[in-house]
Antibody
Framework: QVQLVQSGAEVKKPGASVKVSCEAS????????????FHWVRQAPGQGLEWLGW????????KYSENLQGRVTITWDSSAKTAYMELSSLRSDDTALYYC???????????WGQGTLVTVSS | SYEVTQPPSLSVSPGQTASITCSGH??????VCWYQQKPGQSPVVVIY???KRPSGIPERFSGSTSGNTATLTISGTQAMDEADYYC?????????FGGGTKLTVL
């Protein structure tokens, strides 16, 4: 059974960067299985879900939301079976719960992490 | 960027049918899935590929599409169904979520 475990809450000042991790256990890693994606989705307080991007853990191909204007970077550490999401030039409206999730490309995300609260405050 | 629209809220009485719509310009070209999110919890898939129900999801949840509108229907709505519901589609290799619908069971 796939489990996604995320790193703990972060408090950052405006203009700083934050890096959140998502460790995947139970995920089958194979060079022959290339159509999985690890996504990052955020949810501001009282708001809806916003997709940030995804990474394919086999070939490291990424796709990002245009809304983040190049501020988000998603990486994968194969030895640690961990996905990372780094968001730079933080603003107060980046305060949100950040989720990682896994899906096959073109399919819904059936597995989600517990969420990581990122608070941006001076 | 591609936008998908949902009504922000819907209220139903227990036992009634709740229908939540999701509209988008090219929605008819892509599969739509639906997530249920309860307070303090991560989202859970309740419908995928427009009409399919994952194992463990009650039969009262169903999905349908017509043109560029997808609909999540909950028949015989129960108090435990009170939650936020989000539709989601793939726009090429990008993902788009609807704004979410807060379902209240009065």
């Amino acid at each position: 059974q796939v489990q996604l475990v995320q790193s703990g809450a972060e408090v950052k000042k405006p203009g700083a960067s934050v890096k959140v991790s998502c460790e995947a256990s139970g995920h089958t890693f194979s060079n022959y299985i290339t159509n999985y994606a690890f996504h990052w989705v955020r949810q501001a307080p009282g708001q809806g879900l916003e997709w940030l991007g995804w990474i394919n853990p086999v070939n490291a191909v990424t796709k990002y939301s245009e809304n983040l204007q190049g501020r988000v970077t998603i990486t994968w550490d194969s030895s640690a079976k961990t996905a990372y999401m780094e968001l730079s030039s933080l603003r107060s409206d980046d305060t949100a719960l950040y989720y990682c999730a896994r899906s096959r490309l073109g399919e819904p995300a059936g597995h989600w992490g517990q969420g990581t609260l990122v608070t941006v405050s001076s | 960027s591609y936008e998908v629209t949902q009504p922000p809220s819907l209220s139903v009485s227990p036992g009634q049918t709740a229908s939540i719509t999701c509209s988008g310009h090219n929605l008819g070209d892509e599969f739509v899935c639906w997530y249920q999110q309860k307070p303090g919890q991560s989202p859970v898939v309740v419908i995928y590929e427009d009409t399919k129900r994952p194992s463990g999801i009650p039969e009262r949840f169903s999905g349908s599409t017509s043109g560029n509108t997808a609909t999540l229907t909950i028949s015989g709505t129960q108090a435990m169904d009170e939650a936020d519901y989000y539709c989601q589609a793939w726009d090429g290799s990008s993902v788009v979520f609807g704004g979410g619908t807060k379902l209240t069971v009065l």
